[in-house]
């Protein structure tokens, strides 16, 4: 059976940093493609993130280039999202999505087969 579990939101100040886990289960995390997405209330489910596990090939929204990083654990079971220079726009709830089919474009919700519950994140001005 096939599960994501997130873990390591929290509250922060604007500016500082909070890094992010998913891990899974129930699937060989050598060729799979990874991607964190975030809902703020009343608004649509978005991309942030997405790695490729076979190749480590990396794909990120414009809005969190240069302070988000996603990336693989030394447990490869685990994949991580480092948030740096956090804003209030970041807040929202983050959640892992898993494939096992390469999608035609990393941030599409409807190619992601398996999610996580998601876990909150909230930055404070």
């Known amino acids: 059976q096939v599960q994501l579990v997130e873990s390591g939101g929290g509250s922060v100040q604007a500016g500082g940093s909070l890094r992010l886990s998913c891990a899974g289960s129930g699937f060989s995390y050598s060729r799979v493609f990874i991607g964190w997405f975030r809902q703020a209330p009343g608004k649509e489910r978005e991309g942030v993130a997405a790695?490729?596990?076979?190749?480590?090939?990396?794909y990120y929204a414009d809005s969190v280039k240069g302070r988000f990083t996603i990336s693989q654990g030394n447990a490869r079971n685990t994949v991580y999202l480092q948030m740096n220079s956090l804003k209030s726009d970041d807040t929202a709830m983050y959640y892992c999505?898993?494939?096992?089919?390469?999608?035609?474009?990393?941030?599409?919700?409807?190619?992601?087969?398996?999610w996580g519950q998601g876990t909150q994140v909230t930055v404070s001005s």
């Open positions: 790695i490729y596990t076979a190749s480590g090939s990396t």
């Open positions: 999505a898993a494939t096992l089919s390469h999608p035609l474009r990393w941030d599409v919700l409807y190619d992601y087969n398996y």
